[in-house]
């Protein structure tokens, strides 16, 4: 009896197996770098209670690295496991969640290093269906507005040939919408939120029109900060000459400024497996970042940023150099 329930329980696994996809991906790298002493660590920290006594254990208090004021290196790995099948009907259900160790630089955005540790607990569930998806992940997916923002259920498809996308968080009543579509060659995106990074509402039009290589932009933000300092407009171009292209943007900021109190300017190559750029704005702050592709998946780089620091001070905190390898498989 138990060797035939042994061989029922096999078949059943197996069946699954069959009919379900299961895919592994993920990145690794490790890099040199020098941040000038921004980046923080996780580490415990004990509280103490008013009365003077230890009240608890902080898990993910953050501590700056008062000994890494020069060059250090760093390590990260990220494996993504997804689990996908489709039943008869044609609903499409799938099963992902990732682990990690180590700290991510990242170079080409907001120059920190990103902890790669998650609870595998975690799981991201999502229904397709007829071009729509709907996905779960508690406090696992990005609001459309302000990425820091987390949400735990999203709603993304296409309606007469615009993209629609929505996101909840129904214990924090918080939630944020994108909405996309191309008109007379014009393409539109409006995207919008109830819980800005000021926790209020806000909202940004962004239109963008190609003309062979040269493409126009503009967009229009309204945030909810009381004194309009982040509500942003912004003209701007691009254009490719082979394998350069220029870009340059005009930013008004808030409501009192003027066109030209910031602006931004690049110019970006790209051949073959080399890419590099260059970016520069109003207040000098540059950007450098050259890539090499290795092949395999194997990518070299090297990232300067020379920032000056908040409000005229003299501190270098915002400066960075990284240099290393990242592989994704």
Do not use: C
């Not at 980046?39 to 890494?68: E, F, L, Q, W, Y």
């Not at 459309?144 to 009543?173: K, R, Y």
């Amino acid at each position: 009896m138990k060797r035939i329930l042994l061989t029922t329980t096999s078949l059943i696994l197996a069946a699954g197996v069959a009919h379900s996809e299961i895919t592994f991906s993920g990145t690794a790298g490790v890099a040199l770098i020098d941040d000038n002493g921004a980046s923080v660590v996780k580490t415990a920290v004990t509280a103490v209670a008013a009365s003077g006594t230890t009240a608890a254990t902080d898990p993910v208090a953050a501590v700056a690295r008062t000994t890494r004021d020069g060059m250090f290196f760093e390590s990260y790995y990220d494996l993504d496991i997804k689990a996908t099948a489709e039943t008869d009907n044609g609903i499409t259900v799938s099963v992902g969640f990732d682990m990690g160790a180590g700290n991510k630089i990242d170079y080409n955005d907001d120059d920190k290093l990103e902890a790669q540790g998650v609870d595998v607990g975690d799981a991201d569930v999502s229904v397709s269906y007829a071009g729509w998806t709907l996905a779960v992940d508690q406090n696992g997916i990005d609001n459309l507005f302000d990425d820091s923002q987390q949400e735990d259920v999203s709603l993304s498809g296409t309606v007469g040939g615009m993209t629609v996308a929505f996101t909840t968080d129904q214990e924090n009543s918080t939630n944020s919408y994108k909405i996309g579509g191309t008109f007379a060659g014009v393409a539109v995106t409006a995207t919008g939120t109830d819980n800005d990074d000021n926790s209020g509402s806000a909202s940004k039009i962004a239109v963008s029109y190609a003309m062979g290589d040269l493409t126009l932009k503009g967009s229009v933000e309204d945030e909810s900060l009381s004194t309009g300092a982040e509500d942003d407009t912004t003209v701007g171009l691009s254009y490719k000459m082979d394998a350069l292209t220029f870009g340059y943007t005009s930013i008004k900021p808030g409501t009192s400024g003027s066109f030209g109190d910031e602006w931004d300017f690049s110019v970006a190559y790209a051949a073959g497996g080399v890419s590099a750029s260059f970016a520069v704005d109003e207040a000098d702050a540059t950007t450098v970042i050259a890539e090499y592709a290795l092949g395999n998946g194997a990518t070299a780089f090297a990232a300067m940023h020379d920032k000056p620091a908040p409000s005229g001070g003299t501190n270098t905190d915002n400066d960075l150099v990284a240099l290393g390898l990242t592989f994704a498989f």
